[in-house]
């Protein structure tokens, strides 16, 4: 059991469409905001068998992975991240 991942701490319901990002903050001593004025880019590759999303900052890279395919990861980011979202397909 991962005695980091909270029980459910962000409300019931199967989606986070209404969930409060101040919820989502606390939840977890480990999480943290970045301003949108830090970010230098985030870039989505599509990989063979997950996504892998990194967020670029100033000072830091933070990596990601995930099944969902790279389309529906970039259409998701890129009403919020505009020209900083970047969309890579990787060769196999």
Do not use: C
């Not at 701490?9 to 301003?35: M, Q, R, T, W, Y």
């Amino acid at each position: 059991m991962n005695t980091e991942k909270p029980r459910n701490p962000l409300g019931k319901g199967s989606g986070f469409e209404h969930i409060d990002p101040k919820k989502v903050l606390a939840s977890n001593k480990n999480n943290f905001a970045i301003s949108f004025s830090e970010l230098v880019r985030v870039q989505v590759d599509e990989g063979r068998e997950s996504t892998s999303i990194a967020i670029i900052t100033g000072d830091d890279k933070f990596q990601f992975f995930t099944r969902l395919l790279s389309r529906e990861v970039s259409i998701l980011l890129s009403e919020y991240l505009g020209p900083k979202l970047v969309t890579r397909k990787l060769a196999s």
